[in-house]
């Protein structure tokens, strides 16, 4: 075979292997261009600071990336379930999928600031499975704790999980495999891998029609199975954003979740820009809820991000930065970026669309969690965390107007950034 110059050395090793062992599924292919070690998106977006994949200068942001009172309101919530497992001298906070540590650096900074009872109690783990070599605190995921008495969390961590995709045939679901032909890569239909891809989505067969495409995720029970194993006593908190199965599998939704991010764009074609790219889909809730019930953890609640974030008090945080602003303590520019990043993360078309699960293990009574609940402010009067001024921030971005479509032409001319996270595939640039 003939393999045109064009082509990178990862784009050569794939190439190579799908000539000696066939089309691959989808779900080898998203492992070895996210995550292979020499040449995946992950490991060479994170080996320097100025190629991360994450904020103005990467491909997306996220929650943490947004503004830190995201991780102040997770602090007070973590800082909650200490008190509610009788304020053990260590509680340990293993946040997996750690990416560049933000998370991290926001909850520590902010306990010891606000919440000094609580931080001396803190060990804090972060992991992740392409750790940055410049980032300190962050290890490789093989290193889980056991005997965890605390709280594992985890932000849009299941989303990045290689998965495998379906397409409906003539009533029966076949998978979609990557192959190579005629010098580009291509889908390729086949019987299913695995039994399981086909069981959980043949109760939903008979409303779906023929060309309908989608995913199945088989690693959540594998990220079930380590928190369990990790886990003696405490909670869960899992932030991504997702469907239960029903939902997930409804037949509007013709073409998946899938998702590819590059510079701020979105497009459903991950046979492009092939490392270059960020792959996700939507999480099945009903897989998560599922897999850590069989591991005896039990959920709490869920809810949107937005509704989590206001019971917890953000509302006072965004009072207090107006409140500073008319006492000439922020500028007015700076009074404007930090309320517009709070707004960001419970904007109910973007962040806030989120959804929050929270789960416990080993704990006998239910005890009211004030992210689910709402029952009162866990903010109270506390002092607001503020973004830095040398950040490029998410709020700037936002209110910048980047021309996206000029710079990108194949985005539709009138999409803005919020629009990215939608849902109505008609809007996305395949």
């Known amino acids: 075979m003939t393999i045109p110059k064009s082509h990178t050395a990862l784009e050569r090793s794939l190439i190579g292997h799908i000539a000696k062992y066939g089309p691959v599924t989808f779900e080898s292919f998203m492992n070895f261009v996210l995550y292979d070690n020499d040449q995946g998106y992950y490991p060479t977006r994170r080996r320097t600071s100025a190629s991360k994949p994450i904020g103005t200068d990467g491909d997306y942001f996220t929650s943490p990336t947004t503004h830190p009172v995201f991780g102040a309101l997770l602090a007070l919530q973590l800082r909650e379930m200490w008190l509610l497992l009788d304020s053990p001298s260590e509680f340990t906070v293993v946040e997996m999928g750690a990416g560049d540590g933000t998370l991290r650096s926001d909850i520590l900074e902010y306990a010891q600031q606000e919440l000094p009872d609580f931080a001396v109690t803190i060990r804090y783990i972060a992991t992740d499975l392409v750790p940055p070599s410049n980032i300190n605190g962050v290890i490789d995921n093989s290193c889980l704790p056991v005997d965890v008495v605390g709280c594992i969390i985890s932000n849009e961590l299941l989303d990045a999980f290689p998965f495998n995709r379906f397409i409906v045939e003539d009533g029966v679901v076949k998978e979609i495999f990557v192959d190579y032909q005629d010098g580009e890569f291509v ?85 492009r820009r092939i490392g270059r790219q960020d792959i996700t889909s939507h999480v099945d809730f009903t897989t998560v809820d599922h897999t850590l019930m069989v591991n005896r953890i039990k959920q709490v609640g869920k809810l949107s991000q937005r509704q989590f974030l206001l019971n917890l008090g953000l509302k006072d945080f965004s009072d207090d930065i107006t409140l500073r602003s008319l006492t000439n303590e922020f500028s007015r520019e700076d009074s404007q970026e930090n309320l517009a990043g709070i707004e960001a993360l419970i904007d109910g078309e973007g962040l806030g669309k989120f ?76």
């Open 187 to 271: 889908d390729s239909v086949g019987e299913v891998s695995e039994p399981e891809i086909a069981a959980r989505v043949d109760p939903f067969l008979d409303s779906l029609k023929d060309g309908y495409q989608g995913e199945v995720n088989l690693r959540l029970a594998y990220w079930s199975d380590s928190v369990s194993a990790a886990l003696q006593r405490g909670y869960v908190i899992t932030i991504d954003y997702g469907y239960d199965r029903p939902e997930l599998y409804e037949p509007s939704r013709r073409s998946g979740s899938i998702r590819c991010y590059y510079q701020h764009t979105l497009s459903q074609n991950p046979l």
């Open 355 to 430: 959804k929050v699960l929270v789960h416990s293990k080993n704990i006998d009574q239910a005890h009211p969690i004030t992210g689910i609940t709402g029952r009162k402010t866990l903010v109270e009067g506390r002092n607001t965390p503020t973004l830095n001024n040398s950040e490029a921030t998410h709020a700037r971005l936002l209110r910048s107007g980047n021309p996206f479509a000029r710079i990108n032409p194949e985005l539709r001319s009138d999409m803005t950034w919020e629009q990215l996270f939608c849902e109505d595939s008609t809007n996305i640039v395949n």
